[in-house]
């Protein structure tokens, strides 16, 4: 069931996908078929994470991760881990996962950021991050910040019926305008997209929002539609959770009407987020400043 009553004035959603193994996509893929089935627009951005740790692994390499100077988690993607990244990610999680939307007969479309120059901005190729309690600076970081989506590619594929399942890599530009595929973080992404295109954005994930004591499911923050409630939840992420966040605000402050992180492995999640379960956060909440969106020096990395 699709559980909401669509109407040509509701917005589009954004439904990002966790790539944590804690994370089930099948009740997402219903979801999606249900909600497209009544005349909604979706565009699905997927993650991949423990994936792309075993294809490195499995080549041979170990996954890195580095902490940013403002003490942000991400992955350092190096030349090889990029090669590892792309095959996972473009070649093998959206291939299954676009597989799974069209069995469940969504006409859905996989595309990497990279295609059609959906997701792109500079790459960053050197990074500043905390090594021994000491700054340092990383060479060879294959990474970006998403500056441009090419949100016509998108609204024309909606307009025609197909359904969008994006995926990292973006198109990192040189400063010679060459083009080189880098890793970008996949709620951020989602965040980017969900701006472009003012839609609804729900981030699912292996817990049912943010808790006020992250030990403890029982303090789950429902809401946030005033700055001092943001804060509050802002305070209250930890972790991958605080990477959650961070990409609401961007989000909220790109024109999504609302941002949504909430349980991936229920019934009907994506109905459900936007039925109220989860932690909403309003565009109200970013009150008169649209909060401190700058990029964590990792390179935005996928990590969830």
């Known amino acids: 069931m699709s559980g909401e ?17 804690a994370v089930d996509p099948a009740g997402a893929v219903g979801d999606v078929a249900n909600l497209v089935g009544a005349g909604r627009e ?5 993650g991949g994470s423990t994936v792309v740790d075993e294809v490195i692994e499995r080549l041979g390499m170990e996954p890195e991760y580095v902490e940013s100077a403002s003490g942000v988690t991400g992955r350092f993607t190096d030349a090889e881990a990029m090669e590892a990244f792309t095959m996972a990610m473009a070649g093998k ?9 069209r069995e469940a007969g969504v006409d859905a479309v996989g595309l990497s950021g990279v295609d059609g120059g959906l997701l792109s901005g500079p790459r960053k190729s050197a990074v500043r991050v905390i090594e021994d309690g000491k700054k340092k600076i990383r060479r060879g970081e294959h990474s970006g910040r998403i500056e441009s989506v090419n949100a016509d590619l998108l609204s024309g594929l909606l307009d025609d019926g197909y359904t969008p399942v994006v995926s990292p890599p973006m198109e990192g530009t040189e400063s010679d305008g060459g083009v080189t595929p880098v890793n970008t973080d996949a709620d951020r992404a989602a965040a980017a997209v969900a701006g472009a295109l003012g839609a609804d954005l729900v981030l699912l994930t292996d817990v049912a929002g943010v808790y006020a004591d992250p030990d403890d499911p029982d303090t789950l923050i ?10 509050a939840v802002e305070d209250a992420a930890e972790g991958f959770m605080g990477k959650k966040v961070m990409a609401a605000t961007e989000a909220l402050s790109g024109g999504s009407g609302r941002v949504v992180v909430a349980d991936a492995n229920v019934s009907d999640p994506i109905v459900a987020a936007l039925g109220g379960a989860g932690t909403t956060i309003e565009r109200s909440a970013l009150g008169g400043d649209p909060g401190d969106a700058e990029e964590a020096e990792t390179g935005g990395g996928e990590t969830a």
Do not use: M, Q
């Open 5 to 21: 009553n669509e109407t040509p004035d509701d917005p589009p959603v954004v439904v990002k996908i966790g790539g944590a193994k």
């Open 42 to 46: 979706l565009v699905v951005v997927h």
């Open 93 to 101: 999680l959206n291939t299954e996962l676009t597989a799974l939307f």
């Open 222 to 231: 429902a809401s946030a539609a005033t700055a001092d409630e943001l804060r």
